[in-house]
């Protein structure tokens, strides 16, 4: 069979047998047939996969009946099953003296010579295997290997519409669907889940294989594929993607398939074939999914996931109707699995449903995962080839804290996983008990304990947590949200519903802190070679005034009969500050002159993260209302350590001399001062380093909703002149971390962390 319209003929013909009543075991029985005499063999013969990896052999044309449910191979036995073990067709003049030959008797298969096989797959899964035969030695040409992978698409049809083997078998017959798998990432946000995986973009069921019409197939492709690279071109224009660090690696991707004329050219051919425009896809991605997973180069196999990704999209260009999991109806308790993710789509879903969530891309400053840690939802991102590995169904562990997901957890670690879940929400609930009881130390020291927040939807945990304000509002997650920059008007409005949200409690807003990790859509003359020390924050601020004074007349505005507190972000010399708070005054003026009421108070502060402020103290305490020392950034800073270099992430620590000398330093000079001082950094966050921070002096703490439990229990069982005498006799000790003595301080003394 050597023309394009004999394989046209042949698809036809299987179509109608496709199409006739009878059993799924009869229709393949004559399939087999009319494939044998097509492709003028003596024999035609379809294995299926069942479960523990074993190849049956189901139907023949050609083989002794008998044979039929009878000769099973394991995959990697003979050549059947190293078929199926490399998902790579085979074509062999002389069969029998290939060293895999493994010889059946009850199939009388010893008078064919040659052999021609090729893999039955689904979405790069092995189904089956089908096979021709010849008796006389024969060269297949690659035209004949070709026409035989499409004609098992069709097999592949049958084989995954659950008649031939039920779909419960199948799915534990599909190798690696058995095993479980452990796939690696880094923690976007910590916590456990586990659920059922839900495709955040779902694959597409192929309803029809083989073509009515190729020209107006070929047509559908055509349009379909145009469709697809100006979406493409769109996505790259726009916000989301042109934000993420990873984007120019993920454009050369898609370029290389989406421009790419072979990939193009060999979806052609298979629509000229026979196949529908949608089988055509997946035949071809199919076989390049194979050939990329055999690639010893590991550049070609990581791009694998955006093959996968490139199929869909044009899948769903051609069904005409893209859309996402959020409009399905979903399991009780789910995992979504995701390339990435825009941090509105994460908000379609149901958050009593949503147990985590799994990205092949994301970076901790990832929308998503600002989304998501306000959610209390744990992400894990860059797993690589999550899309490839996981099916929707599939069950899921997912641990946020150690960046891993489990696919197909055994029984006994699905029950592990549950005790420790339940034991979770146990001391959640023991949390939510402490929330009217005041944070206060054993020996009577209170601790004001503030929220840090910058999404709506962090605006409940006021409540639910207790916290008596919020410390840090940061103000540019509002604008990494939106398309366009917002308007004064449109500003006023967010600054009005996190005040009127707060009722009497305080709400320290922080003006833009953008730059760095974090990219305006909308600003992008910001992207820095060194970009944690480049333009970013008041420096920004300072440069653009107009976009300073419209966030501050906004705030006021805001605040109109209120008490406004407002903060600058890596202030690095005190000129900085005045010059930022005479833009305050300026906008204090002018709304004077209006007859909207100015607001009743008025705090100005900062943001302590940059060092070399570190030796301007007395004259900031001179200017500044209040202090928020942002340990992020001002740690990073002292040890000259990317704080998102995950290589780098416990390099150093923050219990460590030089940084606790600092810290007792600020606490010290403010409080000669008279300036009152927080801490708005992670440090605050995590018991032990909280637990700290109170024994150096620090009196306010601001921190992520999720945190204010676990810091509340420390405090609660603190004892704080015993922790003061304690890092006061620690004195300068050398040593690269003090955390273990920390520890053991702690647990002697019986303080919950
Ligand atoms: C900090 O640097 O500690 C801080 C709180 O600010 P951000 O994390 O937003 O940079
Ligand atoms: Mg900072």
């Known amino acids: 069979m050597e023309t394009v319209s004999s394989s046209r003929l042949v698809l036809r013909r299987l179509r109608d047998v496709m199409a006739r009543q009878g059993s799924a075991q009869d229709r393949l029985n ?89 893999p039955i797959l689904r979405s790069g899964r092995v189904l089956g295997v089908l096979v021709v035969q010849n008796r006389t030695p024969r060269d297949y040409t690659e035209d004949e290997v070709e026409a035989l992978q499409t004609i098992a698409m069709v097999l592949a049809e049958l084989a995954a519409s659950g008649e031939l083997v039920s779909p419960v078998e199948r799915e534990q017959s599909t190798g690696i669907g058995q095993m479980p798998m452990r796939l690696d990432g880094i923690r976007l946000n910590g916590g456990l889940a586990i659920g059922q995986a839900v495709l955040h973009e779902p694959r597409l069921v192929i309803r029809q294989v083989v073509a009515e019409d190729a020209n107006a197939e070929l047509e559908r492709l055509h349009r379909a594929v145009a469709e697809m690279q100006d979406a493409i071109d769109k996505l790259f224009a726009d916000s989301d993607m042109a934000v993420g660090g990873d984007h120019r690696d ?147 562990v997912v641990s946020g804290d150690e960046g891993a997901v489990l696919l197909r957890p055994s029984e006994d670690v699905q029950l592990a996983v549950g005790n420790r879940i339940a034991a979770r929400v146990g001391q959640r609930q023991q949390y939510a008990a402490l929330r009217d009881l005041p944070a206060e130390t054993k020996d009577g020291v209170q601790v004001e304990m503030l929220l840090n927040a910058g999404l709506f939807v962090d605006l409940p945990t006021l409540d639910e947590t207790g916290a008596s304000g919020i410390g840090l509002f940061r103000t540019e997650l509002q ?125 100005v502060g900062l943001m302590l993260e940059v060092p070399a402020l570190l030796w301007q103290l007395p004259a900031l305490a001179e200017r500044a209302d209040f202090i928020s020392v942002g340990t992020n950034d001002l740690v990073q800073f002292l040890y000259a350590c990317d704080r998102n270099n995950p290589r780098l992430a416990d390099r150093y620590d923050t219990l460590s001399t030089p940084v606790l000398r600092v810290l007792r330093q600020i606490v010290e000079s403010c409080s000669k001062h008279g300036v009152a001082v927080t801490v708005c950094g992670e440090m605050a966050a995590q018991p032990l380093d909280a637990m700290a921070l109170v024994g ?58």
């Not at 009946?65 to 099973?72: C, D, I």
């Not at 015993?722 to 002697?748: M, N, Q, T, W, Y």
């Open 250 to 396: 993920i454009l050369e991707t898609y370029r290389m398939f989406a421009e790419d004329r072979g990939w193009l050219h060999r979806m052609g051919e298979a629509v000229k074939s026979g196949l529908t425009a949608e089988a055509a896809v997946a035949k071809v991605s199919s076989d390049m999914h194979v050939r990329l997973n055999q690639a010893t180069e590991p550049y070609l196999r990581e791009r694998l996931a955006d093959l996968e990704d490139l199929a869909n999209r044009l899948q769903k260009h051609l069904a005409g109707n893209p859309f996402t999991a959020a409009a399905s109806s979903l399991p009780d308790e789910f995992i979504l699995i995701a390339r990435n993710m825009g941090p509105a789509e994460l908000l379609d879903y149901d958050r009593r449903r949503l147990k985590a969530v799994v990205l092949e891309e994301g970076s901790p400053n990832a929308h998503v995962a600002l989304v998501a840690r306000a959610l209390d939802i744990p992400v894990v991102g860059r797993a690589k080839n999550a899309l490839a590995r996981i099916e929707a169904g599939d069950l899921l």
């Open 30 to 118: 004559q399939i087999v047939r009319v494939i044998a005499a097509d492709m003028v063999a003596e024999v035609c013969s379809c294995y299926i996969m069942r479960a523990g990896e074993v190849l049956e052999l189901f139907a023949t044309e050609g083989l002794r009946p008998e044979a039929v449910h009878s000769t099973r191979l394991r995959v990697g036995e003979g050549l059947v099953g190293v078929i199926a073990a490399t998902a790579m067709p085979l074509a062999l003049a002389d069969a029998q003296s290939h060293p895999d030959f493994a010889y059946r008797p009850e199939t009388g298969e010893e008078i064919y010579h040659s052999l021609m096989g090729v």
């Open 479 to 603: 604008f990494m949200l939106r398309h366009k920059f917002p308007t004064v008007m449109q500003q006023a409005a967010i600054y009005r519903r996190v005040l009127d949200q707060a009722g009497d409690r305080p709400v320290t807003f922080r003006t833009l802190d953008v730059g760095g990790d974090k990219l305006l859509p909308y600003m992008d003359d910001i992207a820095d070679e060194n970009p944690a020390m480049g333009w970013r924050a008041i420096r920004i601020s300072l440069d653009r005034p107009a976009m300073l004074r419209q966030q501050l007349r906004a705030l006021i505005r805001a605040a109109s009969g209120r008490h406004l507190k407002v903060m600058f972000p890596m202030i690095a010399d005190i000129a900085e500050f005045d010059a930022a708070r005479a833009v305050l005054d300026l906008e204090l003026e002018r709304q004077a002159q209006t007859t909207v009421d100015p607001p009743a108070k008025v705090e």
């Open 696 to 753: 150096l002096g620090f009196r306010a703490l601001s921190m992520a909703p999720a945190s204010m439990g676990p810091v509340k229990a420390m405090i609660r069982s603190l004892d704080v002149a015993a922790l003061a005498e304690f890092i006061g006799a620690l004195g300068e000790v050398p040593a690269h971390s003090l955390r273990g003595k920390f520890h053991d301080f702690a647990r002697d003394r019986g303080i919950e962390l």
